[in-house]
């Protein structure tokens, strides 16, 4: 359902730079969750100004490729970013049988899924790719080779995952894992429950990780408490950093086991990312973190979308906003910490610079059709995003109602020289 408001247009119609460098760019009358109405000046691919709305302009003679966007009856927001995707299995649920893995096949999926997801408003996706067994390394050849063609319009990352890395059968996996990491895949990780020995699986990964400082990031399920603690015993105090997620098998443990090993994973500087618009590891296990005793221990939790219409989860949107929504609606959270771990949160999970609406952070924003944060996890339709200080995305929804008394009498928006049926 599209927003009650058309969008207003924007000075420049189509709101896009069409430079691969970002030109200097103002985005005027945004509302911020403050509740201030602000101009803001962009240029250089950061934040140059935020003033009073109607009080900033271009300094000097305007410059070349300089643009204005109307914001007015948005909200401006850090733009948020997608910190657990599956690229290679992504959009494969129309087709019948299991997802090709032909390099051309993958690169082509993991680029729409990433470009679905920079309309949701990411501008930075984190793409768990399997190495190893059939698939080798092609896969991961070709999602680097999509990161590479997104450039400019969507940070793309990719973690590598092999099936087995313990025992005779996980010596390949082993050697595939750094080899990966030499192509290019900046995070190490896997599923080490799949592994006969999920202990030797976490060594393995946390071995290869120290070896090249790469982040890490498994699939678990979390519904083993020894395993669990031993993980996070392991992870303690590695840099830059370990992140598990979905952990919904938490949820099924005592309560005070859970509390133990929130507390313990808080110690150890763990991430938990949950996915609370479906899972990635099938329909038995399905659910989602316990978000709030996490938080209340003090384990960072960010929320990701997982799987996006593949064999796990068909109907994946792959948008942010609505893990956010998920987040305050069905786990209580307020709607501003809800949109911190799909935002702040998870650009911490992807080893990103904080974004905030003040000069001189990066230029990474999303302008939402709403007044208030919480509107704009309700009815987000209508969305313009900036990454790098440039626009690279815009959707555009318009709500219409037929002629009618109630509608004249409320004054509802009609638009289009027609009339509704």
């Not at 929504?325 to 307020?334: D, K, Q, T």
Request: proline share 8%; net charge neutral; aromatic share 2%.
């Amino acid at each position: 359902m599209p927003d009650s408001q058309p969008p207003p247009p924007p000075s420049n119609p189509s709101g896009f730079s069409g430079q691969s460098e970002p030109a200097a760019l103002l985005l005027c009358g945004a509302r911020l969750t403050d509740g201030r109405s602000v101009d803001v000046r962009l240029g250089g691919g950061r934040i140059e100004a935020v003033g009073t709305a109607g009080s900033l302009a271009f300094p000097g003679p305007a410059r070349a490729g300089a643009t204005r966007v109307d914001l007015s009856g948005y909200l401006l927001l850090p733009a948020p970013a997608e910190p657990h995707a599956h690229g290679d299995t992504a959009l494969s649920a129309e087709h019948p049988g299991p997802a090709s893995y032909a390099p051309d096949d993958v690169q082509r999926r993991v680029t729409e899924a990433a470009l679905l997801q920079l309309g949701h408003g990411a501008t930075a996706v984190r793409a768990h790719v399997r190495v190893g067994d059939v698939q080798g390394l092609g896969a991961m050849g070709a999602v680097l080779q999509a990161r590479r063609s997104l450039r400019g319009l969507a940070e793309l990352t990719t973690v590598a995952m092999p099936r087995l890395l313990t025992g005779v059968a996980g010596a390949d996996g082993l050697a595939m894992l750094r080899d990966a990491v030499k192509m290019g895949a900046s995070v190490v990780g896997g599923c080490p429950d799949l592994d006969p020995d999920p202990t030797g699986y976490v060594e393995a990964v946390l071995e290869v990780a120290s070896e090249h400082g790469c982040p890490v990031d498994l699939h678990t399920d979390a519904s083993d408490p020894a395993r669990l603690s031993r993980l996070a015993a392991m992870a303690g105090g590695l840099r830059p950093g370990v992140t598990i997620g979905p952990c919904a098998g938490l949820t099924r443990l005592p309560a005070e086991a859970v509390s133990r090993a929130a507390d313990q994973l808080a110690a150890a500087g763990v991430t938990v990312v949950c996915l609370p618009q479906g899972g990635c590891c099938g329909a038995d296990r399905r659910g989602s973190a316990p978000v709030r005793l996490l938080r209340a221990a003090g384990v960072r939790v960010s929320a990701g979308s997982g799987a996006l219409r593949d064999a796990s989860n068909p109907v994946g949107r792959g948008d942010p906003l609505e893990a956010a929504y998920l987040l305050a609606s069905a786990h209580g959270l307020r709607p501003e910490d809800a949109y911190d771990a799909v935002s702040a949160s998870a650009r911490v999970v992807l080893g990103l610079p904080e974004v905030r609406v003040e000069a001189g952070f990066p230029a990474d924003l999303l302008a939402v059709r709403a007044d208030r944060l919480a509107g704009a996890l309700s009815l987000a339709y209508s969305r313009i995003v900036v990454h790098r200080g440039r626009v690279v995305a815009r959707t555009s929804a318009v709500r219409e109602y037929c002629n009618s008394a109630a509608a004249a009498e409320l004054g509802l928006p009609r638009q289009g020289r027609g009339e509704l049926s």
